[in-house]
């Protein structure tokens, strides 16, 4: 696709993109940008308006020793037709800690056209939105854990919203979040404008009213060792109310729940590779899934250090997130010493 205006981004820990370069592509779509900076510490994304969509290319880094890369930038027609899209499967674990729920959420959604799905028109003032993922209230953060980059995504009070366009086929998603809850009682909703094939709720250690609901209660399962109750809707029509209600929680003070999601204490990782296992057909992550985890963040933390020296992170920013990527560190590390002895990680 010639006469395509396509920018190059600079990609930072916050989340933040600084335009660095752009340039106009040829008559076959082929586009050059010349004399950067190849410090392995940089992230770069190709991006591009096109047909409304707002288009945005893998994020990609040099290598030491590397100066020449090549970066694809796919686009699509376009579709402002809600009934493009539709959740094949949600799956939301729910788990009590202590002053707080914990929430993993593994999503697969498919937009069925061969056209890019980029949401209605927006209002004034407003930006675009493609796919809306609803939360519930009082959620104050949001973990991007697969499937979207968080520049790439905006947490309102209705739930997450997505700017880029969704392309043609299945995606994968895995979000985490907290909820503050002020009562002995706590309802969780999902309503969506899109379709949903499949939602279910499993809850670790927490009872669920009984009564009429739209989810049906499926008794309790076993996963990885670990006891759930399953509540399940199949076949949930766009705008459709699903609600289950939590009773027996613990009260607490919600604004010392809403300090501790300041301070960014997530859910363990072993939750969210638990969460993964499950939206990939309950296989439990490999030792070599595990294996490459590691060293990936081995390699973020390494980053943040040279980002941090360079000054491109804020010292705060740089504590909070080498935190989290240690803790995870940590927690890899048991579940590869798990593997290694079942016994033991059975008696821990």
Not at 132 to 150: F, H, R
Request: hydrophobic share 45%; net charge neutral.
């Amino acid at each position: 696709m010639g006469g395509v205006a396509v920018q190059l981004v600079s990609l930072f820990p916050s989340g933040e993109a600084l335009t660095i370069a752009a340039t106009t592509t040829g008559t076959e779509g082929a586009f050059r940008f010349e004399g950067l900076n190849t410090e392995v510490s940089l992230l770069y994304q190709v991006r591009a308006a096109f047909h409304d969509g707002d288009f945005r290319g893998q994020a990609f880094s040099f290598t030491p020793g590397e100066s020449r890369l090549a970066a694809d930038l796919p686009v699509f027609d376009t579709t402002a037709d809600p009934g493009a899209v539709r959740f094949t499967s949600v799956l939301t674990l729910v788990e009590l800690d202590g002053r707080r729920l914990l929430v993993t959420q593994p999503i697969k959604v498919l937009n069925t056209t061969d056209s890019a799905y980029i949401g209605p028109a927006p209002q004034d003032g407003e930006s675009r939105r493609t796919l809306v993922i609803p939360l519930p209230a009082g959620v104050k953060t949001v973990q991007y854990l697969e499937g979207l980059l968080p520049e790439d995504a905006e947490l309102t009070a209705a739930g997450v919203f997505f700017r880029v366009p969704l392309a043609p086929g299945p995606r994968n998603m895995l979000l985490r979040y907290e909820v503050p809850v002020a009562a002995a009682r706590y309802r969780l909703t999902w309503r969506s404008e899109f379709a949903t094939d499949q939602f279910d709720i499993l809850l670790l250690g927490l009872r669920v009213e009984s009564g009429p609901s739209s989810l049906k209660d499926e008794g309790v399962i076993t996963v990885e060792g670990r006891e759930f109750r399953r509540l399940v809707a199949r076949g949930v029509a766009p705008g459709a109310a699903l609600q289950a209600t939590l009773v027996g929680l613990p009260v607490f003070d919600v604004q010392q729940a809403l300090r501790w999601a300041a301070l960014g204490v997530g859910l363990s990782l072993g939750t969210a590779l638990l969460a993964m296992a499950i939206l990939k057909g309950m296989r439990p992550p490999t030792a070599e899934a595990l294996a490459a985890e590691r060293e990936r963040l081995l390699v973020e933390v390494g980053g943040l250090d040279e980002r941090l020296e360079a000054g491109q992170i804020r010292p705060d920013a740089y504590s909070r997130r080498r935190r989290r990527r240690l803790a995870r560190l940590l927690a890899l590390d048991q579940a590869l010493e798990a593997r290694e002895d079942p016994r033991g990680a059975h008696e821990a």
